[in-house]
């Protein structure tokens, strides 16, 4: 069961919290709830523990968005010198932001930041969060490689040796759930394997503007991974990346092995392909070569494609949750904001979906959203809680949150001033072909439904929250509306533009008709 993550909204004032470089984030902490959770927690410190490949430019942040404690392990092999990634320091910073009002002390906060750039380092962090006893660990990143897509593999080993600690474990789901592609390996002429697109092909789109291009990075892998990163593999498959022509724009041949001592160049233990260009706008295919040809109908390929731009028609919507955002035991979050966030049928996976909007507060104020984010917002509470109860599990967590899916909002029919169309609950209608600026509102979990004024799309949660700090009524009866422009907030006696839709909570006195399908997600609140 997938919960959707929602806090009560509290109404406090706004405090002069240090965010970073975040316009938005004491509103995110005032809607979500946490502002009351700090107020309940009690004087016991909580360790958290921050994985992430790139900590950049954390040293000017302690003592303001990071707690002045903080302390920084970068591993046991150094990073490459030019990589100035910040993404590991923007998720501690909405982690401290969100935890307390004044990040730079954060009473109660213990945080550490890992470097975990390449598997050895990401070990040496576990072996550290499990020796030192932490409670908490944030991991705002999957791996393209190293499992099967069911929990196994050797990355999610390590973490298991975390969570049998006692770690509670949040992990992004990751952001692939429109360019992730999972098939049979079936050996055709010229040892090519079958892919559904033309000539035996996988079709992807660079949408780039003009005079620019998509970065692409394709990683091809199969389930051959063990939980012993050293155990390797004597399968082999070879990847190609060609534009429209079928000229080869780049390939991967790594010649796997199954020696536990392999170090010659060109080959790998690890079942898998990488390419890492950068592609004109236009039509390129992803082609598959059966390099050992000892495949059986048990063995399944992955192709997973991350870039700007890029589009892939025949993306899996519903398998293409990565390692390790399938591990059972982690509390795996997703991005009720974003249609790129991943996802498993099979599995149940994410545990929960956040709102992860954050709008930078300089420069034009760019939003950015994301599983990261989510996953960000979740650890926080979950400090908080563990904070205050030493004992909590994931499964104590997650009991809190259940019973909160198409709970009843703020909001009644007296001040909508409409109700179902018939009957006592709303019925839900298809909607065939929505337009973008609505279909991403169906993906966040709304529903179309009928009413005595029309369609209307129905929520489980408020959509103020879908644009945290962006959204604001006027007046308690104003409209969310779901424009060409964006969401909107109109007078509910006003006029909306042609083509847009209401968008509600579901109201105090009714919901759905029927039973819902929580595969897209409940929501979560305190």
């Not at 390590?158 to 006692?166: C, E, F, K, L, S």
Request: proline content about 5%; glycine content about 10%; charged content about 25%.
């Amino acid at each position: 069961m997938v919960i959707r993550f929602i806090f009560l909204s509290l109404l406090l004032a706004a405090s002069g919290a240090n965010a970073g470089p975040f316009k938005n984030l004491e509103d995110i902490r005032q809607n979500l709830g946490l502002a009351k959770l700090e107020l309940g927690s009690s004087n016991r410190k909580v360790k958290v523990a921050v994985l992430d490949k790139g900590f950049f430019g954390f040293q000017k942040e302690l003592g303001r968005s990071l707690p002045a404690s903080t302390v920084y392990s970068p591993g046991p092999l150094p990073s490459p010198e030019d990589l100035k990634i910040d993404h590991g320091l923007r998720m501690a910073q909405m982690l401290a932001g969100l935890y307390s009002r004044d990040p730079g002390r954060s009473e109660g906060l213990e945080l550490s930041l890992y470097n975990v750039f390449g598997y050895s380092n990401f070990k040496a962090a576990i072996d550290d969060v499990v020796r030192k006893r932490f409670d908490v660990v944030l991991y705002s990143e999957v791996w393209e490689y190293g499992g099967n897509g069911d929990g196994g593999g050797f990355i999610n080993a390590q973490v298991n040796r975390a969570i049998r600690a006692g770690v509670l474990w949040v992990n992004a789901a990751g952001n692939f759930g429109r360019t992730t592609y999972n098939g049979s390996i079936t050996t055709i002429g010229e040892n090519w394997v079958r892919l559904p697109d033309q000539n035996n092909g996988l079709k992807i789109t660079c949408r780039a503007p003009e005079k620019r291009k998509c970065p692409i990075r394709v990683v091809l892998s199969w389930n051959d991974f063990k939980n012993d990163s050293e155990a390797g593999t004597n399968k082999d498959l070879d990847v190609a990346l060609l534009d429209d022509m079928m000229n080869v724009v780049q390939t991967s041949t790594l010649k796997q092995s199954a020696d536990r001592k392999e170090e010659r160049p060109g080959y790998s233990k690890y079942p898998r392909e990488i390419i890492e260009a950068q592609i004109d706008g236009g039509t390129f295919f992803i082609k598959v070569k059966d390099a050992s040809r000892n495949f059986t109908s048990r063995d399944r390929l992955r192709i997973s494609v991350d870039g700007q731009g890029i589009e892939m028609a025949r993306a899996d919507l519903d398998e293409n949750l990565l390692t390790p955002a399938d591990n059972r035991e982690a509390i795996v979050v997703g991005a009720i904001d974003s249609e790129k966030s991943s996802r498993s049928l099979r599995l149940g996976k994410p545990d929960l979906l956040a709102p992860s909007s954050v709008i930078l507060d300089q420069g034009q104020g760019a939003e950015f959203r994301g599983s990261s984010n989510a996953a960000a917002f979740t650890a926080a509470a979950v400090a908080l809680l563990k904070r205050r109860d030493p004992r909590l599990t994931r499964g104590g967590f997650l009991s809190q949150l259940r019973g909160f899916s198409w709970s009843e909002g703020n909001m009644s029919l007296q001040t909508l001033r409409f109700g179902p169309h018939q009957g006592g609950c709303f019925t839900e209608g298809q909607w065939q072909e929505a337009p973008p600026y609505i279909q991403q509102i169906l993906n966040a979990g709304g529903k179309l439904v009928q009413t005595t004024a029309g369609w209307r799309i129905m929520l489980p949660y408020d959509p103020v929250l879908l644009a945290p700090g962006r959204l604001q009524r006027s007046r308690p009866d104003d409209m969310i509306v779901a424009t060409e422009s964006g969401l909107q907030v109109f007078s509910r006696y006003g006029m909306i533009p042609q083509g847009a839709a209401e968008v509600f909570q579901r109201p105090l006195e009714m919901g759905l008709c029927g039973r819902v399908d929580v595969t897209s997600g409940l929501m979560l609140g305190f």
